[in-house]
């Protein structure tokens, strides 16, 4: 297959995914009991204002139906209005959507930067007392949920410890939240740690891997000093597949980002997302989902495309 | 029905899946971090079950003239704000968590199986419709879908179950049609189909049984995976109901009084999860190895 009919195909495989994904979140965003009106205008709401909220926002018509208008909105930009808010869902989305990325991308970061070193030193040391307790402690950085480790990262750095603010920045931008960077410290290290478990194992696979390469054999006869081998060949070989598997852990950045936020009060799209949950705002739950699956979706075909341009033994090898 | 039994003793191999299982069982043995999880699960499993007969607490009723006090020789790790012991709840809530847990993994991998091996053995659309359908499934984070659903409804436990298990079978139905993709063609497959075996029977006689090391491996990282997700469902507000609780509930609403300095309330809850779900990812670790398949790294 050529790269560009590879190219073809898979832009066509994740244009019919997001389809599949709006289809998935629409159904269950109206399979509510009582429907969004009932969530809105309270228990008291009588059944006439039900019908008259029903009617005014287009839910009395057939799911299909609703479903298609919906499409037509969505390529339109339109994401409908927020229940609660009284704002368009887009400008919602487009206020906190850089303050997320700018909290998953710091978490990236220094995740990748913590986990990539940590990895290389395992490969090198493999079965020695370092690798087993990188592995063990990785093991346990995984174990942990997030929303613990933040807490016992305020407790400690923050209460026992005044070293950081307990709570994020708060502001409308990203240049207001950068201004007051000592409060994105503890945010930003509860949101790599998993990153750091799940990148370090990663790392060190890849580069045992390429450590039994013949070219590493060869390298080796002809004298290339071992340090030489390690950072000129086999860093560059098993750094490359690494970074790209970031293409496909971005829903498990944002997963981390939504109760992070929530954690810090970090004022993002994962923060929108849980108030518009504790209040039933199904447009704006209905928007971060497809935003976010969106964002995966390129992702992970950024990610297929990259191996696939970085290394020409890959050929379309997952079918 | 006899005829085709026999053929199948002709075309899988017992004895040397036998010695196949024996030699696993000795590599898993000799990985020490599997085997101190395993370790680890059993002690939980004696604790959360057999605990409560050695250790009777009141974990129903109000106790206002004993709430939040520090461990002591009468409550080894303290009570909480209505009074239960803290080291009687923890074994209460685990019982919870480690069965909400181990049902909505197995029932994930149960699904994924099917799922995968179903999607791997069609093969063309059918395979391509199928697996699009897990792409959009991963594409939306776990957590985003527990909350919409919190802000829908709040399940029981059977109820529970089902929404884990129905949101996590995704990974291993990969793993599982991958491994159907390179048995569908093998000979023993073609052999039964070429003498009139069905598809069914391909892939639940055949298929599956060969798949079993790869399953069994997914098994155990996917009731990993679902006790942690298990300790994010009160946090999320889809908890269990009080005055019944899991290690998530107990730390979710330990989180206030830690501020407070009632640590007890939080590191138990938060280290039993830890300790649990670390055990069996080693476990899963080292049955991966010992059996030789792919898996996650």
Redesign the interface.
């Known amino acids: 297959m050529s790269t560009y009919s590879f190219l073809i195909r898979r832009v066509l ?1 994740a244009l ?3 389809l ?2 709006t289809v ?2 629409f159904c ?2 109206h ?3 009582g429907g969004p009106a009932r ?1 809105i205008l309270g228990p008291q709401a009588t059944a006439s204002q039900i019908a008259a909220f029903n009617h005014e926002q287009g839910l009395d018509k057939p799911l299909p139906v609703q479903y298609v208008y919906y499409l037509n909105q969505l390529v339109h930009g339109d994401l409908g209005m927020s229940y609660t808010l009284n704002e368009p869902v887009s400008q919602l989305i487009t206020e906190r959507l850089p303050k997320t990325l700018l909290l998953t991308v710091l978490s990236a970061v220094v995740g990748l930067l913590v986990a990539v070193p940590l990895g290389v030193w395992q490969a090198v040391r493999r079965n020695k007392p370092v690798d ?1 307790v990188i ?2 402690l990785s ?2 950085a ?4 997030v ?2 480790l933040g ?2 990262l305020v ?1 400690v750095f923050s ?1 026992v410890l005044p070293w950081f603010p307990a709570q994020a920045p708060q502001g409308n931008s990203v240049a207001d939240v950068l201004s007051q960077p000592q409060g994105l410290v503890l945010p930003v290290v509860a949101g790599a740690a998993t990153m750091v478990a799940v990148f370090s ?2 790392m060190r ?1 890849a580069t045992l891997e390429n450590l039994t390469e013949d070219y590493v054999r060869t390298a080796r006869a002809g004298g290339t000093r071992p340090r030489a081998i390690l950072t000129r060949h086999v860093f560059r070989n098993s750094l490359t597949p690494v970074v790209a598997m970031l293409g496909y852990y971005i ?2 950045l ?2 981390g980002a ?2 992070v936020e929530q954690l810090f009060n970090y004022p993002g799209m994962g923060l929108l ?2 108030t ?3 209040s ?1 705002d199904y447009p704006v ?1 209905l928007g ?2 497809l935003v ?2 969106v964002a ?2 390129t992702g ?1 075909l950024l990610a297929d495309v990259l191996q696939r341009v970085i290394d020409p033994r890959v050929k379309a090898g997952r ?1 | 029905m006899s005829s085709l039994t026999s053929l199948d003793g002709l075309a899988a191999k017992p004895e040397r899946a036998a010695s196949g299982t024996r030699l696993a069982v000795r590599r898993f043995l000799r990985n020490r971090l599997a085997v101190v999880g395993l370790g680890v699960v059993v002690f939980f499993v004696l604790f959360c079950f057999v605990g409560p007969l050695l250790y009777s607490t009141d974990q129903t009723h109000t106790l206002l003239q004993q709430v939040n006090q520090s461990p002591s020789g009468a409550h080894w790790l303290g009570t909480d704000a209505v009074g239960h012991d803290e080291l009687g709840r923890l074994m209460y809530g685990g019982k919870v968590s480690l069965i909400v847990g181990l049902s909505a993994g197995v029932l994930a991998t149960v699904i994924g199986t099917l799922w995968g091996a179903a999607a791997g053995y069609a093969g063309g659309w059918i395979d391509a419709v199928m697996m699009r359908v897990v792409d959009a499934g991963i594409a939306i984070p776990a957590l985003f879908i527990l909350l919409v659903v919190s802000a829908i409804t709040t399940p029981d436990l059977t109820g529970l179950v089902l929404i884990l298990g129905l949101i996590s079978w995704l990974v291993p139905s990969r793993l599982v049609r991958a491994e159907t993709l390179t048995l569908k063609n093998r000979d023993f497959v073609l052999t039964l189909r070429a003498i009139g075996g069905t598809h069914a029977r391909a892939i639940i006689r055949h298929i599956l049984p060969n798949s079993v090391s790869t399953v069994i491996v997914a098994a155990t990282f996917q009731i990993a995976d679902a006790i942690l997700l298990v300790a994010y469902v009160s946090y999320l507000g889809l908890g269990v109901q009080p005055p019944s609780t899991d290690w998530g509930g107990m730390l979710s609403s330990g989180m206030t009084a830690a501020y407070s300095g009632y640590w007890w309330l939080i590191v138990p809850p938060g280290l039993a999860i830890i300790l649990v779900v670390w055990a069996f990812n080693a476990i899963g670790d080292g049955l991966r190895d010992a059996f030789d398949v792919r898996g996650r790294a």
């Open positions: 495989q019919a995914v997001v599949l994904v998935v979140v269950l965003l399979a509510l009991p969530g087993y592995t063990t093991f346990i995984y174990s942990t949920p929303y613990f807490l016992i407790l209460q194992r990663y696979s829903p498990v944002f997963g939504l109760v997302f849980w518009a949950a504790q039933s739950l971060c989902v976010i699956s995966t979706v992970t079918s």
